[in-house]
């Protein structure tokens, strides 16, 4: 039991730095994805809440498209799919094979799925503020945008908040698909212990709960996070 | 298109279509009939079953669907013995077999959450009505709660067969052939990602489908609803 257990230490016989540091990669990915998937999820959202039809319907399809392919799908066009592209367009100017980082796809593709789903939450969200406000807005003579980001934006937060919360939990485990593609996140660092002690029961159930952890630790985050945007409500 | 690299894959594609929805299928039914006794574990006044319930849910759904087949796939070989002396390990061998453990066992806690909360939308009088009927236990919940919770419970239910429509594709990392593993096939051998592409499209076709489907189902099942909506 204690050389099991110390199978999990830190230090040259130890598989714990391993796996720490295969978390923090997890994490760093996740954390690399959120800017780049709410910006393009509010983006798609504003496109599909407007009364343009030309923005209105390449909005629906993405999200469509992205909330109906799977995930491992999606990672794997956008690095293989990225790869092609690239070397293809280098190759006009010379240049031999193109290498993408599977951190980088992993965060575009990653981010593509959060956008789309994102969107939907924020799509709720305006729909529940009521037209009122805009009216009002416009009464005291704010523009378009000053209406936006001085109105719509800070009650839009609020009431995105919890489904936002709930895709952040959602991409934290959807980071373990890139262990596919070779990027040595916790999962992989997990896989690659299993091979070196032929643990993997161990291994792959304390990367669970290390995960478990992760969650845990989110959801307090945003708890905090929600104290914050309510800071203006009535508490009833 | 690519009239070689379909004339090869093309079929094999089909079977991979068939793999992916009886993974689904296989594991959205047994997952629904395991959620029934966790939701009911959830709400019970034993703090033991409540307990295990919790823990059982919350591992489930705060860990990655992909790290649980791990830990059912390649930590099961751990216990070959004890499953060999029970005589399951036939079974653990197989990687098609680990996929719809896994997924099973993944659905039923969102499914039993699911349950849980459109259970506890029925209001109480509906119970205390049953009772007052003298009607007892079982059949309080078979024909009272559970018909309307059911109602309740149908759109998320929906979700959730699409969420396990695309989460299955994790099935062709342990080499099973589903529409997803048939692409991955593909692609190794033709370095071609048009096979990815017609991947896309099934997987579209498929969940759009469903989704069309349960449209009808929701239709149907909620006519009764939508009548006395428009009369109040």
Known sequence: MGETLGLLGFGPDGWGDELAAGAWLTLRLALATLPFGLTIGFLAALGRNSGSRWLRVPGSIFTTLFRGLPELLTLLIVYYGGQMLLSRVFGLFGEGQVEVSAFVAGMVALGLVFAAYASEVFLGAFRAISRGQYEAARALGLGRFSTMRLVIFPQLIRLALPGLANLWLVLLKDTSLVSVIALNDLLRQTSVAVRGTKEPFLFYLVACLIYLFLSAVSSVGVEGIERWANRGMRRS | MNAELFERYGLRMLDGLVVTVEL????????????????????????????????????????????????????????????????LWWLFRDAFFCCIFTFTLNTAAYQSEILRGAM???????????????????????????PQALIVALRPLGNEV??????SAVASIVTVYDIMGVADLAFARSFNLSVYLWAAVLYLVLVETLSRVWAVFERRLGAHLAVSAARS
């Open chain 2, 162 to 167: 699409i969420l396990m429509i695309k989460g």
């Open chain 2, 24 to 87: 689904v299928v296989i594991s959205v039914t047994l997952g629904a009939l395991l959620a029934l006794p966790i939701a009911l574990a959830r709400t019970s006044p034993s703090r033991l079953l409540r307990g295990v319930s919790f823990a059982y849910v919350g591992f489930f759904r705060g860990t990655p669907m992909l790290a649980q087949l791990f830990l059912v796939y390649y930590g099961s070989g751990q216990f070959r013995g004890a499953l060999e002396s029970v005589g």
């Open chain 2, 120 to 146: 506890a939308s029925v209001p109480r009088g509906q119970s205390e009505a049953a009772w007052a009927l003298g009607l007892r236990g079982a059949v309080v919940l078979f024909r009272v709660i559970l």
